[in-house]
């Protein structure tokens, strides 16, 4: 009987043990980190005459975008069967906080969340259909979540002048040029 009890203690520690050893680490997993920051952007200077300093530096000076909207995506591209797992919705101020768990997330612009579509072709733009793919395949901003939380993220995009656009030969009248400075 003795030997039966030495038996029985035993397997329950085996027990035990193996049961600890192997139990799925669910909390690491499930577990969420805030990510919060500012959506901004910076714009070309798209006039003709020759800008000002003050006009370049509030052109390259980045500024916030009120009611901004981003998607995420994981990973670190912007795959056409990758599913939308957050949407970042900023304030008037162009801040932003969500949760994620730790890894790679892709952030996107409106129009690269939805279906692929190639813009048509007319007089004055000619797009480059591989370029445009490409533009739309990438992420707009990349993001690693490495178990902890990340505060004071600038998100910044910078705007082009319409005719000088991504992936796009613009063949139009531009902006008027300056009179010549007198002497």
């Known amino acids: 009987m003795k ?3 030495h038996l029985i203690f035993l ?3 085996i027990l035990a043990v193996s049961a600890w050893k192997y139990k799925p680490k669910l909390h690491k997993a499930s577990r969420k980190f805030t990510v ?9 200077y798209c006039g003709g005459a020759a800008p000002s300093r003050q006009i370049q530096d509030s052109s390259n000076t980045p500024h916030a975008i009120p009611y901004a909207k981003l998607f995420v995506k994981s990973g670190s591209s912007n795959k056409q069967d990758g599913r939308i797992i957050q949407t970042i919705n900023a304030d008037q101020e162009g801040n932003f906080k969500i949760s994620l768990p730790a890894g790679k997330y892709c952030m996107l612009e409106e129009w690269k969340a939805g279906t692929f579509k190639l813009p048509s072709n007319d007089n004055n733009h000619k797009v480059d259909s591989a370029c445009y793919r490409d533009l739309y395949n ?3 901003f990349e993001i690693l979540v490495a178990h902890k939380n990340i505060h004071q993220l600038k998100i910044v995009f910078h705007r ?3 005719y000088n656009q991504p ?3 613009y063949r139009g009248p531009l902006p008027p040029k300056s009179a010549p400075l007198r002497q």
Request: one cysteine or more; hydrophobic letters at 35%; aromatic letters at 4%.
């Open 3 to 5: 030997k039966f009890l």
């Open 11 to 13: 397997l329950c520690i």
């Open 36 to 44: 919060s920051g500012t959506i901004m952007q910076t714009v070309s």
């Open 138 to 140: 990438s992420c707009d």
């Open 160 to 162: 082009t002048c319409s």
């Open 167 to 169: 992936c796009v030969s």
